[in-house]
């Protein structure tokens, strides 16, 4: 069975860097696209990046030039590096990857940024 496990969410200061990673199991992580998304309190879940099992990576227009989506197939994690953060990121964040046409979601991580 397919599972996703995100760490890495806290506190931090606006302007400040905080990094999340999702641990799979139960695939070939190496040939899986993976997705990050996040939900704010009271807006649909949106995504946020993208990578493809060789690497490629696409961004929302709001986190161009800030985030950072990263893998180590080795470790069958995928990152997300977050920089120079804005109360606005402030949202649940899931991993996400399809499974036999299905979506597979993480049960998120909380990262709330302070103004």
């Known amino acids: 069975q397919v599972q996703l496990v995100e760490s890495g969410g806290g506190l931090v200061q606006a302007g400040g860097s905080l990094r999340l990673s999702c641990a799979a199991s139960g695939i070939i992580f190496s040939i899986h696209a993976m997705g990050w998304y996040r939900q704010a309190p009271g807006k649909q879940r949106e995504l946020v990046a993208t990578?493809?099992?060789?690497?490629?990576?696409n961004y929302a227009d709001s986190v161009k030039g800030r985030f950072i989506v990263s893998r180590d197939n080795a470790k069958n994690t995928v990152y997300l590096q977050m920089n120079s953060l804005k109360p606005e990121d402030t949202a649940d964040y899931y991993c996400?990857?399809?499974?036999?046409?299905?979506?597979?979601w993480g049960k998120g991580t909380l990262v709330t940024v302070s103004s």
């Open positions: 996400n990857t399809e499974w036999r046409g299905i979506n597979v």
């Open positions: 990578i493809t099992g060789g690497g490629s990576a």
